[in-house]
């Protein structure tokens, strides 16, 4: 069977096409011959730099001393979305807000840069391009053990304040020495996941229609298929459709440079919506998306359109504030984290359609939000690390609408024995991903702690 399947899918012959089409392709034939496959996990990062402090969290209604202290772990069930994170109320019951994790960065400033998701390294001090990364980050080994099949072994993706800018590095490493360069505009990754061929470059080079670009592909690809295979193409298909009605005509995908004023606020979504027809096509298992990543007085954009009715108004743009003094910066982290949190509510609204294994692509990933700045714009503390993780039900982690709060680790005093580090979290994820991990960059870079994170374990 495993020949035969071969065979048909080299007789299909796609060439451009084959990132989109192959995955679909592959699955169609396995059903076909009688193959079942369980459904992998997705494992998905989002990042936005300059701070995402602890009033954006959401806090418990009682709020306990240990809370403000810091020196032990506590959990909550009872707590309130603040405003900025309201978007992603729907899914609290999946939902997991980790705290006070920490890692050791050195003398950090603005971000933790390729360290913290490397689990160790230096942060990104005073420069535009930050350190080198000192190892692999965590989205590459996922990508190493869940994408090696998938055309795409990560898709990574962000947004610069320089509009003319075409690639970005700042959070990714495939290992010590080698960070991986990112688009930082959409039409870019349009074309990296849609690419045209070779024989049709010059006539279909403006074409902004995923099928418009596939369709001798998908044509020759339906003439090979039984009646309810067929079928499932055409269901596929229409999801491809729906993301063609949609953007087709948007600014960001034209190859001319997008509108200065607006271009952040537009091009954001179409990436995420791009991310979410790969992950659905199954052109990727994990995907790494950053706003502003690295040093934000150099990448965080203007965000044009959340301004209107707010206190920056004046000013024309919401921005990274982080030397505004603490009444701005805490209105525009709200703001910014609102609109991002928005963003990734329609994200997640995608994920509950089917994928290949025609059940809610939702219930097999894991979506993970963070600050690569930690709790402020300027982050020298190691123990101020936090995540929102949202978890589909078929992700074994206990989640529950819980926050968990951690201790303080101070490295020049005794290990505190409830504190947990970013490992440890690294190692959770991955282990309920299904790629068990017991213990994440080595010793743990300067966390101190190592080993999955228990109270997060299904």
């Not at 496959?37 to 997705?42: D, F, G, L, S, W």
């Not at 810091?70 to 707590?79: D, I, L, N, P, Y």
């Not at 024989?199 to 099928?211: G, I």
């Not at 078929?394 to 490295?411: A, E, I, K």
Request: hydrophobic share 40%; with cysteine.
């Amino acid at each position: 069977m495993t020949l035969s399947r071969r065979r048909f899918l080299s007789s299909l012959g796609l060439g451009a096409s084959a990132p989109l089409l192959l995955p679909l392709a592959t699955q169609l034939s396995r059903t076909a011959w009688g193959e079942t496959t369980p459904a992998a996990k997705n494992v998905v990062f989002i990042s936005m730099s300059a701070g995402l402090p602890d009033l954006q969290l959401g806090w418990p209604s009682r709020r306990p001393m240990a809370m403000t202290d810091g020196r032990r772990a506590v959990e909550f069930t009872e707590w309130d979305y603040h405003e900025a994170l309201a978007p992603l109320a729907p899914w609290r019951s999946q939902t997991a807000i980790v705290r006070n994790l920490s890692l050791s960065l050195g003398a950090m400033q603005h971000s933790g840069g390729y360290g913290l998701l490397a689990g160790r390294g230096l942060g990104d001090g005073e420069t535009a391009l930050g350190n080198t990364p000192a190892g692999q980050t965590i989205d590459q080994l996922l990508a190493d053990r869940l994408g090696a099949e998938t055309p795409f072994r990560s898709l990574l993706f962000g947004v610069d304040q320089d509009q003319r800018k075409v690639m970005h590095e700042s959070l990714y490493a495939r290992a010590a020495g080698q960070p991986i360069s990112y688009p930082v505009r959409a039409a870019r990754l349009f074309e990296a996941m849609f690419p045209v061929a070779a024989a049709t470059r010059e006539k279909a080079a403006l074409e902004r229609r995923v099928l418009a670009r596939v369709s001798s592909d998908v044509d020759r690809l339906r003439g090979r298929l039984a009646g309810s295979e067929r079928a499932q193409l055409d269901g596929y298909l229409e999801g491809l459709e729906a993301f063609d009605k949609r953007r087709s005509a948007a600014a960001c995908l034209s190859p001319t440079a997008p509108s200065a004023d607006r271009g952040a606020v537009k091009e954001l979504p179409v990436m995420l919506d791009l991310a979410a027809v790969a992950l659905k096509c199954g052109m990727t298992r994990v995907v790494g998306c950053s706003l502003g990543g690295g040093n934000s007085h150099f990448h965080f954009p203007a965000l044009v359109g959340p301004h209107v009715g707010t206190m920056f108004e004046a000013q024309g743009f919401v921005g990274e504030h982080g030397h505004d003094g603490d009444e701005k910066y805490m209105a525009g982290r709200t703001i910014s984290w609102k609109w991002l949190s928005t963003q990734v509510a329609q994200f997640l609204r995608q994920l509950e359609t089917p994928g290949l294994s025609g059940r809610p692509l939702m219930d097999d990933t894991i979506v993970v939000l963070f600050s690569d700045s930690g709790h402020a714009h300027h982050n020298l503390e190691n123990s101020n690390w936090r995540f929102v993780v949202i978890a589909g039900k078929n992700v074994p982690l206990r989640t529950g609408g819980r926050m968990l709060s951690f201790g303080w680790d101070v490295p020049w005093e005794p290990l505190n024995g409830q504190s947990r580090s970013v490992a440890s979290l690294y190692c959770s994820l991955a282990t309920a991903a299904g790629v068990p991990l017991t213990a994440f960059a080595g010793d743990g870079g300067g966390a101190r702690t190592n080993g999955p994170l228990t109270a997060l374990e299904g």
